[in-house]
Every structure is written in structure tokens, then in C-alpha cells.
């Protein structure tokens, strides 16, 4: 994208981020320069509400889905839907995905899960999840499924040390 193509809206974005986080863009139709911005962004709680912002002018689907995916571990679970409906629906999917499986991780390691995950229910999760779990959850009933059930042989035995 040329320059002059770029929104007016993404510009606007862009320069109040920049005065937010003290970064500068030379090149506002650079992807790569926005995305480092973005990720300076991302570190500041004050700049976060012009990212969501930002993120909704992206006209690059794949960056915007990138930052999200940043995103959803830094904002407030009740914030998460609103950061995922930012994005152009051909790219919500994954980054919905992503926001519910966090909420899983949490009730994981707050113990407030929904009991003993079954094989069945653990094979819906992601690998990433399964990971995750591995090493945020320390409720032995679920490591023990997850030892006997996980997907791959890596989230098996990543369980099983966690349950030593």
C-alpha cells in the first residue's frame, strides 16, 4: 500500500498512538513499522483503548488478527469479545477461539473449572491450550487427563512431569 492509500482513519490511528507511546512511524503504509508501534502500544495500559482503535481502521487483516491474538492475554476476560468484534469477520475465528480458551485457562488455575475434564472435552482443546495447562494448572485431576488423553506425545508427557 502506497502512501496515499492509506485511510484516513488508520493515519489518525496511528499518529495518536505514536504521541501515546512516544514511538514514531516513518512510514505509515509500512505494515511492519505499525506493527512495531502496535506492540509498543500493546505495554501500555493507557495506549490500549487507541490500539483497539487502530486495530478496528487496520487494513491489514493479518496484522490486525496478530494484534488481537497480543492483545487478549493483556485485557480484562469481559474485554475480550469487544477486541475479537474488532476484526473484519474473514479473521475473527481464531482469535475468537483463542479469547474462550483463555477463559478455560483461567478457570483452570482458579480452580473454578467446571470439574474433571473428560477425555471427550479434552480433546476440543487446542494444542496451545493443552500446553498451556501443562504448565499454569496444577489441579492433578486435570494433568492426569491430560497425561492419558492429551493430544500429542509432548502434551503427555509435559503432564506427567507437571504431576511429579
Known amino acids: 500500500m502506497a502512501d496515499a492509500d492509506v485511510p484516513p482513519e488508520l493515519r489518525d490511528a496511528v499518529r495518536l498512538l505514536e504521541t501515546l507511546t512516544g514511538s514514531v512511524v516513518l512510514d505509515v503504509a509500512d505494515s511492519h513499522a505499525r506493527w512495531e508501534l502496535y506492540g509498543a502500544a500493546l505495554t501500555s495500559n493507557a495506549a490500549r483503548p487507541a490500539l483497539l482503535?487502530?486495530?478496528v481502521s487496520e487494513t491489514d487483516a493479518?496484522?490486525?488478527?496478530?494484534?488481537?491474538?497480543?492483545a487478549l492475554e493483556r485485557v480484562p476476560?469481559?474485554?475480550?469479545?469487544?477486541?475479537?468484534?474488532?476484526?473484519?469477520?474473514s479473521v475473527r475465528a481464531f482469535s475468537a477461539r483463542r479469547a474462550h480458551e483463555l477463559g478455560i485457562l483461567e478457570d483452570l488455575r482458579s480452580g473454578t473449572g467446571a470439574g474433571e475434564p473428560g477425555p471427550e472435552l479434552v480433546d476440543g482443546w487446542s494444542d496451545w491450550l493443552q500446553l498451556r495447562i501443562t504448565t499454569?494448572?496444577?489441579d492433578p485431576s486435570v494433568l492426569?487427563?491430560?497425561a492419558k488423553s492429551g493430544r500429542?506425545?509432548?502434551i503427555r508427557r509435559a503432564a506427567e512431569v507437571a504431576l511429579d
Open 77 to 89: 476476560r469481559a474485554d475480550r469479545e469487544t477486541w475479537v468484534r474488532a476484526l473484519a469477520p
Open 136 to 138: 499454569e494448572v496444577s
Open 144 to 146: 492426569r487427563v491430560l
Open 53 to 55: 482503535d487502530a486495530v
Open 62 to 70: 493479518a496484522l490486525a488478527s496478530g494484534v488481537v491474538g497480543e
Open 152 to 154: 500429542t506425545k509432548r
